[in-house]
């Protein structure tokens, strides 16, 4: 009988808290950065019932390649081909400028893998619940209410995934009026 939570799993959990260890979320609280790692996983596990381990452990390490030193060959070593390759659906070319990031994050979200589209939307869903209650330091309200818009043209292309992250995601969007 399989015993929850796998070896993996775990090594996947420490492996984001220690290359996270430096970072911080860019709320006021300067809460640290593998919350949101963590936040994601958690959606996919309790919120949208995903026991796709791959899935999970990929939320954990859905933005290490993207925000810190660690590469796709290190995660492909240490998780194997199926994470690495979902970890590389959900990474941004962050050598792109940011213009260019955002439009392709919408333009691929619809050439996404079924999983992949999962990780994006908690993603966003984690994300803008952190925006409904912080304005993170430095932005103005004008760019928050920006950022609503463009998740909202995101999850458009994420549609017909998983019906309770949308529904979740939708309320989000109709508190903002932009449902
Ligand atoms: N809401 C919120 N976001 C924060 C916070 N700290 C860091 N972020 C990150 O900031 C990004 C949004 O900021 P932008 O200015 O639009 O983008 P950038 O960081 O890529 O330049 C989000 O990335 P994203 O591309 O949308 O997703 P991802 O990078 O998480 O995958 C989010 O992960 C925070 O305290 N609250
Ligand atoms: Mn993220």
Same mark, same amino acid.
């Given at each position: 009988m399989a015993t929850y939570p796998s070896a993996k799993f775990m090594e996947c959990l420490q492996y984001?808290?220690?290359k996270h260890?430096?970072?911080r979320r860019k709320d006021p609280q300067n809460t640290p950065y593998v919350n949101h790692v963590i936040n994601v996983s958690t959606i996919l596990s309790v919120e949208a019932c995903i026991t796709d381990e791959a899935v999970l452990m990929t939320a954990l390490l859905h933005d290490?390649?993207?925000? +810190?030193?660690?590469?796709?060959?290190?995660?492909?070593?240490?998780?194997g081909a199926d994470v690495c390759g979902l970890v590389r659906e959900v990474t941004d070319d962050k050598s792109l400028e940011k213009q260019e990031r955002k439009r392709l994050q919408i333009e691929n979200a619809a050439?996404?893998?079924?999983?992949?589209?999962?990780?994006k939307l908690a993603d966003k869903l984690d994300n803008l619940r952190d925006l409904q209650v912080?304005?993170? +330091?430095?932005? +103005?309200?004008?760019?928050?209410?920006?950022?609503?818009?463009?998740?909202?043209k995101v999850v458009d292309n994420l549609r017909? +995934?998983?019906?309770?992250l949308e529904l979740k995601l939708d309320e989000i969007f109709r508190q903002r009026g932009l449902l």
């Open positions: 984001a808290s220690f260890r430096q970072q290490v390649v993207e925000d +810190t030193d660690a590469s796709f060959e290190d995660v492909e070593k240490l998780f050439k996404s893998s079924c999983r992949a589209k999962l990780i912080n304005t993170p +330091t430095g932005w +103005t309200p004008e760019r928050r209410e920006q950022y609503f818009i463009w998740a909202m017909g +995934t998983n019906a309770n």
